[in-house]
């Protein structure tokens, strides 16, 4: 049986976009009560995303000034202050709202960050998130809807490795694909493949049968080929792109590109897509969830209409295809990546690892409360 649920819990309170300070460590924060449809989660690990920098330092403006602001969901920003970040939340179930099933106390899960903004289970127009529209899991507790909190009960599975398969980046790499109507035996190039939803979509598209080619720096090339990489290419070599990568898929063009780097980078991919459209059986499609080189691709118009290249844009993916990744994570189909765990006190120096990160980095990073340090963190301590 859970412990007693505290008054207050010790939590990060994002104060206003801007520099770190504006991450506030407190422990007098009240504990949120849940309601109908709702459960309150003791939070044993959240996972990292970049989604909480730029959030913080105001980068979701989809227009063309230096206006610092987020993304309007229906048509007014939904990201108000102070808020709780942390969107991919693992605990147990400390209470529930009323009529909700009391059997679910103590249950492990992990959440689906989506803010739906419909019950439509095959669309996501709306994607909004825990950690933003609503607080999130750096924190103690958090409240979050009941169906959206899938128990995951594989005790070889830890917390904090549970929450590296969260679904900020499982989701989206999962909807990258199926956006952009992949098909086992293709042949997919996956650029910043290091990363959180890099190293999801190498192993998600050897679920599905397609096969995995990486961009990523040479260091990383053999834990990604483990991960299931066909083969690796240096993002740093830009020389002769496309004959490398042909090499690499026996002289045939990648049927896609699931795209996370952007800028310059970009048309290198079309590239290695339309080379030769002969050899081709299907339209190039060129899938785009994150710009981790920059948010401004220049490519001629050219390229695109006369090769008729499929550009499809990702944010958050449905609600079933978070059943799908519950059901292949409960399956043990998918391997976390974590690199490193921090207590949520040491957020500051958390944010300053993820962003700074080392040269080795692969996959997530995670963030406990202080008070589960000792069992869910300090196994993962940076070392
Ligand atoms: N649309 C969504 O819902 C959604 C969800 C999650 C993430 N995203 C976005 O997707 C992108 C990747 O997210 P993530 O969480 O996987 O990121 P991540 O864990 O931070 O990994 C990004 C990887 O990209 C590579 N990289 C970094 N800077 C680069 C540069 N200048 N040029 C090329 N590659 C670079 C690095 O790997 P190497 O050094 O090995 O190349 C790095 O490990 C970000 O832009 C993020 O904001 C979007």
Known sequence: ????????????????????????????????????????????????????????????????????????????????????????????????????????????????????????????????????????????????????????????????????????????????LTAADIHPGEHVLITGASGGVGTALIQLCRIIGAIPYASSTPAK?????????????????????????????GGVPFDAVMDLVGGASTRRFIEAMTFDMVARTTYPRLSIAGASESNVSEIPWTLIYLYQVRIVGVSHGTRAEAEQLVHWIRAGRLRPVLQAAFPLSAIHDCERYFVDRAAGHLGKVVVVPDAQWATHGAPFALA
């Open 1 to 176: 049986m859970p412990n007693p649920i505290p008054q207050t819990m010790s939590a990060v309170l994002l104060t206003g976009h801007g520099g770190l300070d504006r991450l506030v460590y407190r422990d007098d924060v009240p504990v949120p009560r849940p309601e109908a449809g709702q459960v309150l989660v003791q939070v044993t690990a959240t996972a990292k995303n970049n989604t909480d920098r730029k959030a913080r330092e105001g980068h979701y403006s989809t227009r063309d000034d230096d206006e610092a602001v987020s993304f309007a969901i229906g048509g007014k920003p939904t990201l108000t202050f102070p808020r709780i970040q942390g969107a991919d939340v693992v605990g147990t179930v400390a209470a529930v709202g009323d009529g909700m099933n009391p059997a679910r106390l103590g249950e492990r899960g992990l959440l689906d960050f989506n803010i739906y903004g419909t019950g439509r289970r095959d669309i996501n127009l709306v994607p909004d998130y825990f950690g933003h529209g609503a607080d999130g899991g750096f924190a103690e507790y958090v409240v979050v809807p009941d169906d959206q909190f899938h128990a995951v009960t594989d005790p070889t599975l830890a917390d904090a490795e549970l929450a590296a398969l969260g679904m900020c980046s499982y989701q989206t790499a999962y909807h990258m």
């Open 221 to 249: 090339a053999p834990a990604l080929c483990e991960l299931g990489a066909q083969a690796v290419f240096d993002r740093r070599d830009t020389r002769d792109f496309v004959a490398r990568t042909a090499a690499a898929t």
